[in-house]
């Protein structure tokens, strides 16, 4: 709790929204980590609760500490995007829809890679699918990007980073427009053939 009482501090709050405990550490009893937050939520300090980085077994066994408590889970922040689709098959987003915990996909747009020229990782056949679907919505590829993940499952929620006020709006408004189920489904197949 002292760390959470330093943040609210140095944010000048009583209350924050969503806490998280940030990695699992193997040599600490997932109990612990409930124990904290389950204060943090009865002490008022967090209206929610979450995790980040866990594997779909830790998430079940912290959501069962929690809910023993009267405390849901809410999140669970984890690497999710065209590139990176290891929660589909690690059980992850299967958990998270089973406990109706949002998956926040931290790096959704792989850290540059689905918009950088190169073709370091093999993407040249996602970005050009991304390119062409963003041109008939004049959208940029980072739209387009989030736009898939956004489809992809209800739970999904992407938080991208923005270095600059535009990068927040053109974020921002990969949400005024939607991907056809045919769009969904080429990138779906591209990125199949481009990621983890």
Not at 17 to 42: N, R, S
Not at 149 to 174: C, E, F, M, Q, Y
Request: with cysteine; glycine share 6%.
């Amino acid at each position: 709790m002292s760390a959470l009482d330093g943040s609210l501090a140095r944010l000048g709050l009583k209350t924050i929204d969503l806490y998280y405990v940030h990695y699992p550490l193997p040599l600490i009893d997932v109990g612990v980590f409930a124990e904290g937050l389950v204060e943090a939520v009865k002490s008022g300090k967090a209206r929610a609760v979450g995790v980040a980085n866990f594997n779909a077994d830790q998430m079940r066994g912290i959501a069962d500490h929690l809910a023993r408590a009267g405390v849901p889970l809410a999140a669970n922040q984890v690497n999710y995007s065209l590139l990176r689709r290891a929660a589909e098959t690690n059980g992850v987003l299967e958990a998270c829809r089973e406990l109706d915990v949002a998956l926040v996909a931290y790096f959704p747009l792989a850290s540059g890679r689905l918009t950088e020229p190169s073709d370091s990782m093999g993407t040249r056949a996602l970005r050009t699918c991304l390119a062409d679907i963003a041109r008939a919505h004049d959208a940029s590829l980072s739209q387009v990007a989030l736009n898939w993940l956004l489809a992809r499952d209800s739970h999904v929620i992407p938080i991208p980073g923005a270095t600059k006020p535009h990068h927040a709006r053109a974020n921002l408004d990969a949400l005024s427009w939607r991907l056809s189920e045919t769009e969904f489904d080429a990138i779906d197949r591209a990125s199949a053939k481009s990621g983890t």
